[in-house]
T-cell receptor, first 111, second 115 residues
Framework: DAKTTQPTSMDCAEGRAANLPCNHS???????VYWYRQIHSQGPQYIIH???NNETNEMASLIITEDRKSSTLILPHATLRDTAVYYC????????????FGDGTTLTVKP | DTGVSQNPRHKITKRGQNVTFRCDPI?????LYWYRQTLGQGPEFLTY????????KSRLLSDRFSAERPKGSFSTLEIQRTEQGDSAMYLC?????????????FGPGTRLTVL
C-alpha cells in the first residue's frame, strides 16, 4: 500500500469549510484513496473513498488531483462534533487485507 | 445497533495475566480484522479473517497473541502473559466480501491497561 503524508494538526472555525490535505505521490493506478476519522475514544469511522473522480456523500467531499498524487477531504460546514483525527489511506479496493494507517491529522473545530 | 461490537470496553490486568477480548462483526460481514492502537498513533494491523480462515498476520502478532474465529462469526483475541507494552486500544473491524470497495467498519475498541 502506498504511503500517505498528512499535516499533524489543523484548526477550523465552526461553520466554515474544513479542507484536509493528503499527499500520496507513490499511489498506483489501481489504488483507491479512503478517508476515515476517529473521534476521541471511539473506533475509526469510514467517511468516503475515491479512485480518480471527485466524490461526494452526506458527510464530505473528496477532491483528487488529476495526477492522483494528492487529495483533499472537504467538510463543507464544520461543526464542533467534527473535531477528530482524520486518516487518509491508500489501498487496492479489492485487497481484502489490512489498511495501513498513518498518524492522521488532528482537526480541531473552534467556536 | 447493528454495528461492530466489542467486549469488554475496558480491561485492567496485572502483568503476566492472560486476557481475552471478543468482537462481534456486522452480521452479514464475512471479513474481520484486528488492529492495535497506542496513544497518539494510528491503528496498526494485527490480523485478518475471511470466514473462519485466518489469512494474514502481522509481525506485531507475537506468539503470545492468538486470534480465533471458530464459526466465522464472532472472533476472540487472546494475549497470554501480558506485558506493560501490550497496553493499547484493540480495535476490531469487519467488511463484506460483496462490497466492491471493501470499506471496513470499526467497533468501539477494547482499552487494555497492563499494570
Amino acid at each position: 500500500d502506498a504511503k500517505t503524508t498528512q499535516p499533524t494538526s489543523m484548526d477550523c472555525a465552526e461553520g466554515r469549510a474544513a479542507n484536509l490535505p493528503c499527499n500520496h505521490s507513490t499511489i498506483s493506478g489501481n489504488e483507491y484513496v479512503y478517508w476515515y476519522r476517529q473521534i476521541h475514544s471511539q473506533g475509526p469511522q469510514y467517511i468516503i473513498h475515491g479512485l480518480k473522480n471527485n466524490e461526494t456523500n452526506e458527510m464530505a467531499s473528496l477532491i483528487i488531483t488529476e495526477d492522483r498524487k494528492s487529495s483533499t477531504l472537504i467538510l463543507p460546514h464544520a461543526t464542533l462534533r467534527d473535531t477528530a483525527v482524520y486518516y487518509c489511506i491508500v489501498r487496492v479496493a479489492t485487497n481484502a487485507g489490512k489498511s495501513t494507517f498513518g498518524d492522521g491529522t488532528t482537526l480541531t473545530v473552534k467556536p | 445497533d447493528t454495528g461492530v461490537s466489542q467486549n469488554p470496553r475496558h480491561k485492567i490486568t496485572k502483568r503476566g495475566q492472560n486476557v481475552t477480548f471478543r468482537c462481534d462483526p456486522i452480521s452479514e460481514h464475512n471479513r474481520l480484522y484486528w488492529y492495535r492502537q497506542t496513544l497518539g498513533q494510528g491503528p496498526e494491523f494485527l490480523t485478518y479473517f475471511q470466514n473462519e480462515a485466518q489469512l494474514e498476520k502481522s509481525r506485531l502478532l507475537s506468539d503470545r497473541f492468538s486470534a480465533e474465529r471458530p464459526k466465522g462469526s464472532f472472533s476472540t483475541l487472546e494475549i497470554q502473559r501480558t506485558e506493560q507494552g501490550d497496553s493499547a486500544m484493540y480495535l476490531c473491524a469487519s467488511s463484506s466480501i460483496t462490497t466492491q470497495y471493501n470499506e471496513q467498519f470499526f467497533g468501539p475498541g477494547t482499552r487494555l491497561t497492563v499494570l
